[in-house]
Structure formats: structure tokens, C-alpha cells
């Protein structure tokens, strides 16, 4: 629980800082850095445990029959990178705070940043893959957000769209890999997943499981060739690059290699795909790194270099190069994210980040070079800081690597990284803040405030003191993670800065040595790298993303050719063969159920809807008349609702009916009544043949299904439950609000969404082209000298309380006789309706109390609430309950939490319907630019005026 | 002659009348083939749950049988959905006439727009809250 609480206070975060939107950037930055800390806190409260070999967890089914479970837990793994995630996110929101500049939105940037927090977290706690998947894609998208946050920027843009395609593309394979993965191991928990070890090795699945869990992991950690993204990214505000680019979202696909090491390294398949890829993005990142004029660029490329290096130290396989691992995740975290912060503190205080017109910046900036050098040293390889220590050991895990019986490769690859990481190191450190002090700053340098120096210095600080002390610090960490990663007690390792005069040593010095030799020539090296053909990613990039966009241009042309009635015919057509060849497939048996007599008004019936089918057709281009056609089969298939057992259907075919006529006819108002050109006689033919194939077609289908007798329907179940499950006796009704009341929810959401679509097409249709078309508008009708005819208006205010009676009383008796929610809902609406039609829309609209939106939104907040309102007991969402009670006069009275959602559905109907059609009439009436009724019964208002119409 | 002929009959009526109407080039006459579309396709999903009469899903014990409710339950809902759906069109249809000046569903004939009008871009309308 506490861990699931944990996962969930990032969220919360991202919440409280967007509801908090108009408060000040203090209150949201303590908003999101009190989110931070309370879930930091939480995660040190069960470090010690954790620690001391207790996993804590927790469990709650999900999706029970897709194998997906809620469920998370912490071992020292997981625990040491919610540590990472959640201490250094303090530290960026802190200087996020400070950074960010006052035109930059704060809330939506810590919005982003919780989010992506919540996400990260995640990752690292997950237990179950699925629910990991759905994490690690979640990174992806806070990560486009982020990345693009200065969405004015083209290079945010594109960096974002780059990061977005590659990381989610390799998202996907990942998806793939470990579905396979669950599917080998028999489970999609880890903590199953991880004791299948032997099971998933021995599978012929193996191979693919690997490959493409290798491509989502090295998408994600950008390793080489899919490491151009990272740089791109940089266009991200510089406390998104310090977190998610060098400390977090970037280690992901380490994490993951790290968490499956036990059931997935140890095979020569692994090795050379993990080993290789890891030294060659090792090698290709520092060299890049070093000849990068923008400081961003170059510790971009330094990362990418050693997010190579810890992949190729998971892919030597061995515990102790696990170790290793672990160590310098821990190490690179603080020096890198440091380095990043006081990119940005350059880039901030002096306004350039390029390196070569930086320099000199040491007296004018104490405290930023303070951090510059040691994180920098660091990063360089060079006692007595952390990331000498992590990097010896790395050098002595690589001579002992033989990589295709050549006992030099690796070593010499390795020694030749550590020089380039040397030589950019140095650079970074000698080339902005030393030499000569310069006069063109663009702006006069000075060292920031307290808030953008310290959570760097803080970093800087944990470097040094890692450095000295290793053992007493982090070796209490590196233990027990590394036991989780290996899965076994971890070999001896001693944590300390003096190993004696190992290989590595030397290998150390030399790299060192040589880093400040090419330094000191970079001027040649420049000139030598300059003839070095690189191939430029995003070019290539750009060439893939171009011919996917082409292909799928090609696809959609083809398919969609612009004109509906060509892209109708394929999909008739279409569907027609499909459904013949389904046919072929599965065969029919005989008839089996014997079918019912039709009486002579049955025939009658059918004969009076052909007729109406073929007279709207012939008719279709005379409008009018096509309507009043229209209606007659409407009214048909409503008394065949009646006669064939289907009560409330025929109630609500007859409402509905009422609505659509109302609505077609102010619609036609508007819409030209002269008709196109009728198309060619051989179109018609060629049309009136499809349609009478598909016609034949499913009237055939529909008769094979009719007079086949059903194969054990759940109906029985739904007849059976109706009464002691739902409380009611009408079945339709009992399962619209509860046996499917999920369904119902959905329908009512989506009426509502037609509502206000229609609302906002009509409301913008005043403006523009549509409006001085509107305003051109000329009624084509012969229009009625009277225009509210007094025996109308008469009628429907006397009719309007008793159709609400009417309305209300289907709505009580819903649950057990025809009736219910909608058909109240279409009453009402048709009662107010009539108001508008008899008094005018403007009449009518002053006098309603309500919003519609309102009324949709009510209607669906309702609903909502009396699902939720289950929850509280325990229940499922929507189960409804009921309860008798005895009303003195009334009697007996049935209470259930069903009849609040058949509310909600009422007023959701209601509210839909009156918007698209109020809107429509209000529309109308702009149009005809009538004048309002002021008085009660003022059936014309031009009258009084002595201008008759 | 059955009624099952009968309703099956009638279905591939209303289907081919509106698969032509669809396919047919004014706006209009889509909308009135959609709606009778719905019918149609509302029609043969409540006949899924085979025909009965006198059998309404009002649960009664002494009742000597039942017709499905489900398909019922089913239909009704997308009864009101397709009045929505028709709503939706058809405004469409108008926005679109309003926009270009033609009710072609290809577009064809479009008409340049009144030019002497004088709607204003942003009429001065209370929002709506």
C-alpha cells in the first residue's frame, strides 16, 4: 500500500501543480517539490528493510484475464533508482524554479515533469511487465511534452518528434519482446519472470525475445545506431536535460538490461550483441563528445558514450562486471546531472553555451567552476572522485573481456574511450572557465543565486565524498543492488581508490595522459575529424520518416480518392465480399424454427413500408416529400417494435422518430431545396444494382438467422437475474442501467459529445463565409402569414404539463413496465420541443433555467456519481442495489440506485437533444433575422407595428 | 408467407434503399440513406434476438415465456445513438452548404461567397457559459 502510494504522489503532484496553475511559482514548485520529497521520504522509510534483503510489494488484479496485475515492488534495484529519481528531481525542481524564465510557463513545465516523475518511478517499481510497458510509454510521451516545452522552438519540435519516433518505436518492439517473454516464463510478473531463468534460455523463442528487448532498451538509453536522438533532445530546457537526459529516462533501457540480466545474460547471443553495442556507442559517443561546440552537445554525447559503457559492462555477463555497473550508475548519475546544471548555469548567467566563446570564466564565476571541476575530474576518470573509481574498475573488467579470441580489442577500446572522455572532460573544464578572461561575453558573467548553484553543488558535494569514502558510502548501496541485479551474492569487491599497480592503473594513466595530449593538439584533431566522413543521422532519419509519410500518402490516396461516393461504393462492396466469403467459409445448416403465420395487417404493414422505401427514393430529390416518406417507415418499423414483444423499443423508435423529423426540417430550411444534377443513367444503374445486392444480402442473412433457433442465449441469465439481481421487472431496463450499465454510461457520453459537436459547428457557422452566406439567406418556401398560429400556441402550453406527467410517469414505472431513462428523456425533449416549434425559439430559449451543457454534464456526472457511489461499498462500479419501502397513500414504492442513473440518463438525452436542436432553430432564426415575441401570447410581433408580412 | 419473411424482406428493402440513397451525390440524400440505414440495421439486430409476439421481456413468473431482452437493450440504445449520429450528419451537411455553397458531397459547384454581406467575424453574442 505504502508502495503503491509512493508510485501515485508524483501523479497527485502533477495534479495539485496544474489545479494550482494561477497561484505563484513558489507555491507550485513547493507543490511538486513536496510531492517529491513525501514519496522520497516514504521510499528511505523502507530502505532499511529493503536493504537488509525484504522486498516490499504490493498487488492488486487488474486485468486478471490478460495477466495484468497493479502490482509493484522494491528490491535494492528498484530502490536505489526511485532513490535516484525522486532525490534528484528535488534538486530540479529546485533549480527548474530558478531557471525557467518568466514567460515560461511553471506549472505546465512541473506538470510535465511530475508526470514524467510518476512515470520513471513506474518503470522501477513495476513487478508486472505489462504495467512496466505501459510506464515506459508513458516516459516517452512526458518526455515529448518535455522536450518540446518551448514549443515555439522548430528544434524543440523536432528533437521531441525525433525522441518521440525512436523511443516509442523501440517501445514497441519492447512491447513485442517481453509479451514473449511472459508468454516463455508462464507469467508476466518479474518476480516470476526472473526465477525462469533456465525455462526462457532453453527456448527457441529466446532469440527473438532478446533481440527485441535489446532494441527497445538500446532505443531508449540511446545506444548506437540509435543514439542521435539524445542530442536532438537537447533543445529540451536544460533541467529536462539534466534529469531525464542524463540521470533518469536515458538509464531506463540500463535499468531494464540490469533487471532481466539473470534470466537473459550469460549466453554468447547476449554478449556480443550486448557487449559490442555497448563499446562501439562507448567509443563513437566520446569521439563525437569531443569535437561538440556546444557544451549541451558535448555532455549529450558524453552520455550517450557512457551509457555504452555501462551497457557493455551488463554485456560482459559477468557478476562482478555487474558490480561495476551498478557503481558507475550511481557515479554517473551525480556528475552528470551536476554538469548539466552548470551548462545551464553558463548558459544562463552568460547567455551562449558554445565553447569557443567561453573561456576565462574562473574569477568571474568561483562557484560555477568549483562544480565545473569536480564533476568535471570526475567525468574525466581522475582521483580522488567517484568517477575515478568506477572507471578503474571498468578498465579492469575490459582486460579481462576476450571479445572473438582477440585478447586487445576490448581493452584497447576501452583505454581509447577513456582517453576521449578525458579529453572532452578537460576540455569542458579548461576551455570555458580557464585561460584568458575574454571582453565579448554576450552577457557580463557573475555566479547565479543559491538556487541554481546548489542542488549542482549538492552533486558535486555527494562526488567528493564518494571519492573519499566509497566503501562508507556507497558500498552499503552497491552490495545489495548489485546481489538484485546478479540474483546471487555479489563477488568480492573492495570500493576504494588505491587498487595497487594493476593493468588498470596503467590503462588509467594512459588514458588520462592522452586525453591532455589530444587537448593540447584538439586544434589538429579538429582538422583530422573534419575528413572523417560521418554519416548524419538525421538526415537519414529524416529520409526514413519521409518515405514512411510517402508510403502512407500512397495508401490513403489510393483508398481515398475525395469523393465519398466512390470511397461508399468500394465500402459496400467491399463488406458485401467479405461477408460472401465468410459465408463460403462456415457454411448454414437447415431451418430449425418454425416461423409465425403473418396476418393479414402484418402484410398490410410490409406493403405500406416497401411503398415508403421506394417513394423516398424516387422522391429523394423533392425534399419535403422525401421527409414525410421518410416518416411513414419510421412509423412502421415502431408498430412492428409493438407487435413483435419490444415495448420500450417502440416507445423510443416513436420519440426518436418525433426528434429526427423535427430536426431534418429545420435542417431543410437552410439547405437548398433546388437539387443537384442528377448523375449519369449508367451511375444510377450501377448504384441501384450494388444496393440491391447488399439489399438481398442482408435481408437473406437476417432470415437465415430468424429461422434458426438459437444456440443457448445469455438471455435466460438476464431474465433470471432481472428481479432478485437488478430489482426490476422490465429486463431492457434492468440491463441498460445495470446488468450493461457500462454501456449505457458510454452511450449517454457519446450523445452528449454529438450534442456539443453540433453545438460548436452551428455556434461558428455565424462567422465567416457561412455567415454572410447565412446573412444572404431567403426563405424559398411560401411562408404562413401567421407565424405563431394562436390555436398552436394555445394547445402546447395547455399540453406541455401533462407530456412532463406523461414523461415523468414512464420515467418512475421504467424499471418495471415499457419505459425507462431514454424514452423519459425523448418525452421531455419533445414537451419543450413543441414550446419552440408553437412560441418561437427565442420565446421559449429566455424562458428555460438551465444550460443545456449543464444538463448534459449534470446528466453524465450523475450517472458517474451513482457508479462511483458502489465503489464506497465495496462493490464494483455500477452495481446498483435497491431497497422497498412503504409510502403512506402510495403504498409499496420500489427505491433502487438504479433509478439515480436512469436520471442521469434523462438528463442527459434531454440536455443533448435541446442543445442540437435549439441550436439549430437559433441558427435558423438569425437567418430569417425574425423578430423576438416579447409578450406571452404575442403570436406576431411585426403586427403590432402595423407591417404585415 | 411469415412474418420472419416479412421483417427479413423488409430489411434488405430498406438497406439497398439506403445504400442508394448513400450513394448518391447531395448531402441530403446521404443523410436520409444513413437514417435509413439505421432502421435497417437497427431493425436486424433486434430480429438477432428471433421473433416472438406476445411475449414482452417483463419479467413474471407465471409468464409461459419471454422474448431476448438483450438485442432489445441493445437496439434501444442504438436508437438514440443513431439520432445523434443523423443530427451530427446532417448539421454537417449544413456547415458545409453554409462553407462552400453547394450541398455536393464532392464539393462540385462550389460558389464564391457572397461578398456583400456584412457579418461581422466575431458577432457580438453573449459566450455561453
Known amino acids: 500500500m505504502i508502495l503503491l502510494l509512493t508510485c501515485m504522489l508524483p501523479f497527485l503532484g502533477a495534479l495539485a501543480v496544474a489545479l494550482a496553475a494561477r497561484t505563484g511559482r513558489n507555491t507550485q514548485a513547493i507543490l511538486a517539490g513536496a510531492a517529491t520529497s513525501a514519496a522520497l521520504v516514504l521510499i528511505l522509510l523502507q530502505a532499511p528493510q529493503v536493504l537488509a534483503g525484504t522486498t516490499s510489494a504490493f498487488a492488486m488484479p487488474w486485468v486478471p484475464a490478460l495477466g495484468l496485475e497493479a502490482s509493484l515492488f522494491m528490491d535494492p534495484l528498484g530502490l536505489m533508482f526511485a532513490g535516484l529519481i525522486l532525490g534528484i528531481g528535488i534538486l530540479i525542481i529546485t533549480y527548474a524554479r530558478f531557471y525557467l524564465a518568466a514567460e515560461d510557463s511553471m506549472p505546465r513545465f512541473l506538470t510535465f515533469l511530475m508526470l514524467f516523475q510518476g512515470a520513471m518511478l513506474g518503470i522501477v517499481l513495476s513487478d508486472n511487465v505489462l504495467l512496466l510497458l505501459i510506464f515506459w510509454e508513458l516516459t516517452s510521451l512526458s518526455s515529448f511534452l518535455l522536450i518540446g516545452f518551448w514549443s515555439h522552438k522548430a528544434e524543440g519540435r523536432q528533437g521531441a518528434r525525433m525522441a518521440l519516433a525512436v523511443t516509442g518505436g523501440g517501445g514497441l518492439a519492447l512491447i513485442a519482446g517481453l509479451l514473449i517473454l511472459g508468454r516463455v516464463a508462464g507469467s508476466y510478473n518479474l518476480t516470476d519472470i526472473l526465477l525462469a531463468g533456465l525455462v526462457i534460455q532453453g527456448s527457441p523463442l529466446y532469440t527473438p525475445a532478446l533481440v527485441l528487448i535489446l532494441v527497445g532498451c538500446f532505443a531508449k538509453s540511446a545506444q548506437f545506431p540509435f543514439h542521435f536522438w539524445l542530442p536532438r533532445a537537447m533543445a529540451a530546457p536544460t533541467p529536462v536535460s539534466a534529469y531525464l537526459h542524463s540521470a533518469t529516462m536515458v538509464k531506463a533501457g540500463v535499468f531494464l538490461l540490469a533487471r532481466l540480466w539473470p534470466v537473459l545474460s550469460g549466453t554468447e547471443l547476449w554478449f556480443y550483441l550486448v557487449a559490442t553495442t555497448g563499446m562501439v556507442t562507448m567509443f563513437v559517443g566520446a569521439a563525437i563528445a569531443l569535437f561538440k561546440d556546444d557544451l549541451k552537445a558535448l555532455l549529450a554525447y558524453s552520455t550517450v558514450s557512457h551509457l555504452g559503457l555501462l551497457t557493455m559492462l551488463l554485456g560482459f555477463g559477468t557478476p562482478m562486471a555487474a558490480v561495476v555497473a551498478v557503481f558507475h550508475i550511481l557515479n554517473h548519475a551525480t556528475f552528470k546531472a551536476a554538469l548539466f546544471m552548470n551548462a545551464g548555469i553558463v548558459d544562463h548567467e552568460v547567455g551562449t553555451r558554445d565553447v569557443r566563446r567561453l573561456g576565462g570564466l574562473v574569477h568571474l564565476m568561483p562557484i560555477a567552476t568549483t562544480i565545473a571541476v569536480v564533476a568535471g575530474l570526475s567525468m574525466a576518470g581522475l582521483p580522488p572522485f567517484n568517477g575515478f573509481i568506477s572507471k578503474e574498475m571498468m578498465l579492469e573488467e575490459a582486460g579481462r573481456t576476450v571479445w572473438a579470441e582477440l585478447t586487445w580489442l576490448i581493452p584497447l577500446v576501452a583505454t581509447l574511450a577513456a582517453l576521449l572522455s578525458a579529453a572532452y572532460s578537460f576540455r569542458y573544464v579548461s576551455h570555458v572557465f580557464f585561460g584568458p578572461r575574454r571582453h565579448d561575453y554576450p552577457r557580463a558573467p557573475h555566479d547565479p543565486g543559491a538556487g541554481l548553484w546548489g542542488p549542482p553543488a549538492v552533486l558535486a558535494a555527494l562526488v567528493v565524498l564518494i571519492g573519499f569514502f566509497p566503501a562508507t558510502i556507497a558500498g552499503p548501496l552497491v552490495q545489495p543492488v548489485a546481489a538484485a541485479v546478479i540474483g546471487a551474492e555479489p563477488p568480492y569487491f573492495a570500493l576504494k581508490m588505491w587498487h595497487g599497480f594493476t593493468p588498470a592503473l596503467f590503462m588509467s594513466v594512459l588514458a588520462v595522459a592522452g586525453g591532455a595530449a589530444v587537448l593540447w593538439r584538439h586544434g589538429e584533431a579538429v582538422r583530422m575529424w573534419q575528413r572523417v566522413p560521418v554519416p548524419d543521422a538525421k538526415r537519414a532519419f529524416d529520409a526514413v520518416v519521409a518515405a514512411l509519410v510517402g508510403a502512407s500518402r500512397v495508401v490513403t490516396d489510393t483508398l481515398h480518392t475525395g469523393t ?386 | ?121 466575431d458577432p457580438a453574442e453573449p459566450p455561453c457559459t
Not at chain 1, 571 to 582: C, K, M
Not at chain 2, 83 to 112: H, I, K, Q
Request: hydrophobic residues 55%; charged residues 15%.
Open chain 1, 564 to 949: 465519398l461516393q466512390r470511397s461508399l461504393f468500394v465500402l459496400f462492396a467491399a463488406t458485401f465480399l467479405l461477408a460472401v466469403e465468410g459465408l463460403s467459409v462456415g457454411g448454414l445448416g437447415g431451418a430449425t424454427r418454425a416461423g409465425i403465420p403473418a396476418s393479414g395487417v402484418a402484410v398490410a404493414a410490409w406493403l405500406a413500408l416497401v411503398a415508403g422505401a421506394v417513394a423516398v427514393v424516387v422522391s429523394a430529390r423533392q425534399r419535403f416529400l422525401a421527409l414525410i416518406y421518410i416518416s411513414v417507415i419510421g412509423l412502421i418499423v415502431s408498430l412492428g417494435f409493438v407487435y413483435l414483444s419490444a415495448p420500450d423499443l417502440a416507445l423510443t423508435q416513436i420519440s426518436v422518430e418525433v426528434v429526427t423529423i423535427l430536426l431534418l426540417l429545420l435542417a431543410l430550411n437552410l439547405l437548398p431545396k433546388t437539387p443537384q444534377p442528377t448523375s449519369s443513367r449508367l451511375r444510377r444503374a450501377r448504384d441501384a444494382v450494388l444496393a440491391g445486392i447488399v439489399g438481398a444480402g442482408v435481408g437473406w442473412l437476417a432470415l437465415a438467422v430468424m429461422t434458426r433457433a438459437p444456440r443457448d442465449p445469455i438471455s435466460a441469465f438476464h431474465w433470471a437475474q432481472a428481479k432478485p439481481g437488478g430489482g426490476g421487472t422490465n429486463v431492457v431496463n434492468v440491463t441498460l442501467v445495470d446488468f450493461r450499465g457500462f454501456d449505457t454510461f458510454g452511450e449517454i457520453i457519446v450523445l452528449g459529445i454529438a450534442a456539443l459537436a453540433i453545438y460548436a459547428l452551428l455556434k461558428t457557422a455565424v462567422r465567416g463565409v457561412a455567415g454572410r452566406r447565412l446573412l444572404a439567406w431567403v426563405p424559398e418556401t411560401p411562408e404562413s402569414p401567421e407565424r405563431h398560429p394562436m390555436m398552436l400556441v394555445v394547445a402546447s402550453r395547455l399540453v406541455l404539463p401533462i407530456a412532463l406527467v406523461v414523461g415523468l410517469f414512464l420515467f418512475l414505472r421504467g424499471h418495471n413496465l415499457p419505459g425507462g431513462g431514454f424514452i423519459a428523456g425523448l418525452v421531455f425533449s419533445i414537451a419543450l420541443l413543441v414550446q419552440f416549434m408553437a412560441s418561437g425559439y427565442a420565446w421559449a430559449d429566455a424562458r428555460k433555467r438551465l444550460e443545456r451543457h449543464t444538463l448534459i454534464a449534470g446528466g453524465v456526472l450523475v450517472a458517474a456519481a451513482t457508479g462511483l457511489g458502489s465503489l464506497a461499498f465495496g462493490a464494483p462500479f455500477l452495481t446498483s442495489t435497491f431497497e422497498y419501502i412503504t409510502w403512506p397513500l402510495v403504498g409499496q414504492f420500489e427505491l433502487a440506485s438504479a433509478l439515480l442513473f436512469d436520471v442521469g440518463v434523462s438528463l442527459a438525452v434531454v440536455g443533448a437533444v435541446l442543445l442540437a436542436l435549439g441550436q439549430l432553430a437559433n441558427l435558423m432564426q438569425r437567418a430569417a433575422r425574425l423578430e423576438v415575441d416579447a409578450e406571452p401570447m404575442d403570436i406576431d410581433p411585426t403586427r403590432g407595428a402595423g407591417a404585415v408580412r
Open chain 2, 1 to 121: 408467407m411469415t412474418v420472419e419473411l416479412l421483417v427479413a424482406s423488409a430489411i434488405g428493402v430498406m438497406t439497398a434503399a439506403g445504400v442508394y440513397l448513400c450513394l448518391r451525390g447531395s448531402t441530403f440524400s446521404v443523410v436520409l440513406g444513413l437514417a435509413m440505414l439505421s432502421y435497417a440495421i437497427n431493425a436486424f439486430l433486434f430480429s438477432m434476438g428471433r421473433l416472438v409476439v406476445d411475449r414482452p421481456p417483463i419479467y413474471d413468473p407465471s409468464a409461459p415465456g419471454f422474448t431476448d431482452p438483450l438485442p432489445q437493450a441493445l437496439v434501444l440504445t442504438a436508437i438514440v445513438i443513431a439520432f445523434g449520429m443523423t443530427a451530427l450528419v446532417v448539421v454537417l451537411a449544413l456547415r458545409s452548404y453554409l462553407e462552400s455553397g453547394t450541398d455536393d458531397v464532392n464539393g462540385a459547384g462550389a460558389e464564391p461567397p457572397p461578398a456583400d454581406g456584412d457579418a461581422p467575424d
